[in-house]
């Protein structure tokens, strides 16, 4: 079975159109999180990503944020903007599908986390301390995260620190030992690669494959500036930070 691996489209129609025009054929998703906040598209995303098959998808800070669960004190100015605008155009449907999704869950041998398995809401996954104190949170094989926008794998390497890997594009990735895998932020790459970032997980192969697609950024940010949320952040799509 092959499954798509995204995370933290953020409201990016267009580059979540064009990983799934990517990904070729798949028979199920896993989303880690963050379909809403930023972007200018938060319902047309919600709504494309509950078209697709077997869906399995977590919630990400900004999906909390939105439906009222989290004090938007937490964010910075623009993020909290976006959130509190989109918060006024969500529709119905759109807020029974993120009221619905866990924090954390688990499939098999893969759980699910958005920020980290200690701490799914808040905590940034970049650095090997953060990594190794987080080997110990879960108990499957892999996990999965996002929230960081960083294609990232971290091995775990006891009694040594973690292995880290940044994967570029084609990469593929296979292990028998315990890992953390980000497949990136398809709708707001923060890696210096402005384009979506997405993982093809193939179960019988056990293996994993980054890769990267280019979108139409322009149309994005064009409809950022109409909804008037910050121009920055369509200009930082185009540079991927
Ligand atoms: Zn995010």
Known sequence: MRTLV?????SNLTALEAVIAAAGQFER???????????PDPNECIALIRTLPEVTSIMGNHDAAIMGFLDLNAFNDGARLAIEQQANMLTQ???DFLELLDVRTALGEVSF?????????????LSYSVAEANFDAYDTQICLFGHSHVPMIFIENKPAKPLALLPAHADMWRSQKRFMLNP?????????NPKASFVIYDDEEQIWQFQRVSYDIDSVAERIIKRGLPAYFGKRLFQGD
Not at 29 to 37: R, S, T
Not at 184 to 192: A, E, I, M
């Open 93 to 95: 449907e759109s807020r």
């Open 184 to 192: 990136g932020s398809v709708g707001q790459p923060r890696d210096h």
């Open 6 to 10: 995204i995370s933290d489209v953020h």
């Open 29 to 39: 998703v896993w989303c880690l999180g963050d379909i809403v906040g930023y972007g």
């Open 113 to 125: 986390a958005h920020g980290s398995p200690r701490n799914p809401i808040w905590e940034y996954m």
